[in-house]
Nanobody, 120 residues
Framework: QVHLVESGGGLVQAGGSLRLSCVAS????????MGWYRQAPGKQRELVAV???????NYADSVKGRFTVSRDYSKSTVYLQMNSLKPEDTGVYYC??????????????WGQGPQVTVSS
């Protein structure tokens, strides 16, 4: 019911910045939370940053103070501003949306995220 399309990603030097965008389409009215997960080579997928309602955010400890997640609710879009990037931030970044209600259940929807590579 929800389709996610991401943009951004690429190769940056350590200390640089990058901005990711993800727009949802379909039954966007059921979305409760949008955000970002990432998966590094040989690692499990991990939460990076998510946002529910205004002011309600959750960040991984490793990105606090460097990354900022934000949502444009009217456009069903979530952004990830990444500053002071480190080589360990390298990975595939997946946009995520959680949505549903008690009548239909709850589901997670995933984008096919771009690669983010941070060089030393």
């Amino acid at each position: 019911q929800v389709h996610l399309v991401e943009s951004g990603g690429g190769l940056v030097q350590a200390g640089g910045s990058l901005r990711l965008s993800c727009v949802a389409s379909g039954t966007t009215s059921i979305i409760n939370v949008m955000g970002w997960y990432r998966q590094a080579p040989g690692k499990q997928r991990e939460l990076v940053a998510v946002q529910g309602s205004v002011g309600m955010t959750n960040y991984a400890d490793s990105v606090k103070g460097r990354f900022t997640v934000s949502r444009d609710y009217s456009k069903s879009t979530v952004y990830l501003q990444m500053n002071s990037l480190k080589p360990e931030d390298t990975g595939v970044y997946y946009c995520n949306a959680e949505g549903g209600h008690s009548g239909i259940g709850y589901h997670n929807y995933w984008g096919q995220g771009p690669q983010v590579t941070v060089s030393s």
